[in-house]
């Protein structure tokens, strides 16, 4: 049987973070030789909700450092059209790193290694410290895994194991969220598994990547539950079962299952808590709202809701409900279009995807004019997209930071450090 401990957040953040551990595996167990715990949260971005609580990371840390920790780091490399360092700036996990003594790392400024996945003939590229620590010396650092309590459009679920779609760059990320998207976690989870898996549920959160401020109300709830074991697969069949999902409707776990690298079979997983009071099914899906004055053309042959469907539309709805954007264009995303579709359009026109644009660009290019016609290549090159929509819907690309002198002087140091970050164009 694998232990997994549903535990609740009562007054102290760092009792209930030791109360999982101690039900579990203790922390003093799960130190290796180098001393060395390095904690991952889930930092996409710094919108409210989206991100792993802080007072879970703060108590994290003091926890490690408690029970004898020698060093630790926390790492992330944000969602594109994100730096990591201004993520940190605005969900205080700077501030945390500096308090406590932990060291942040920037995956986004380290350089990188080829990687191979077991079902993928094209190589990848991870940060030289994941491919340094967590493959070569995986027996002597210690990594821990501090994802959000989220349902996602794309995988149903974003726990442990999809929190590791930080470590491919950027530039790779693009062309992996299309069909195979479930096929790569799963394989990332065979190259880096985390030691201990600790979901963070201080709140479900729902609808999609991360929740709308507009419909923030209907797209949280708070549970203040801690979630944690050393089997990540495990642990997520706990939280995903949390948010009314069994392991046979979330793709990655599945494959995972079928890899026979972690125990997804509840009845052979001892739960530490009270799963029997969580009922609800929360919604993954993004919200149905979408702009009136926006046309949005589909490919009838092939659209990929792992990435041109719902990023585009997810970002259309940020942009348009939390920022205020205008709408008055035309998107088209997929592959294999009706001319009569094409020859109606008029105006301005956004193309996501290199089927969508290989099929209409330069169609719609010589009937509208280049000016007309922007583009956002890959299946899902997030930092053209906010670009290409930004400008579209006539929103500075500098409105969606809380302050822009922060971020400014955070993507400069950054860029000094060699981020790889792809990032929208602020020019």
Known sequence: MIDVAIVDIKEEMLEAVREVFENTTPGEELIKSSGEVYLKPNGIDFKPYAYTDPNVLEATIRYFQDVGAKRVFVMENSTQANMTRVVFEFTGYKEICKRTGAKPIYLDE????KVDLAHFEEAIEFPKLIVDKFIHEKDEHTYVSLPKLKTHSMSTVTLGIKNQMAFPSHKDRGYHHNYNLHRRLADFYLLVRPDYTLIDGTHAVFNGHYPLQTFLSKSIEKLDILIGGADTLATDVI????LGYEIGEIKHLSLVQEDDVGVGELEKIKVKGDLSRFTKKYPCDIPDDMPEDVNI???QELLCPEGCDLNV????????YDFGGKGGFTILMGKGFNKEDLNSIS????IAGDCAITETKLLLENRLGKKNV???PT???LADTTTALCKLMGINILELVPSRVTAIKALVQAKFH???ALIPDIV
Do not use: P
């Open 418 to 420: 060699g981020s790889k």
């Open 374 to 376: 922007l583009t956002s």
């Open 313 to 320: 539309r997810m970002t259309l709805q940020m942009l348009y």
């Open 347 to 350: 105006g301005r026109v956004f």
């Open 110 to 113: 380290d350089s990188c290694l």
């Open 379 to 381: 299946c899902n090159r």
């Open 239 to 242: 939280g995903a079962r949390v």
């Open 297 to 299: 053309i589909r490919g």
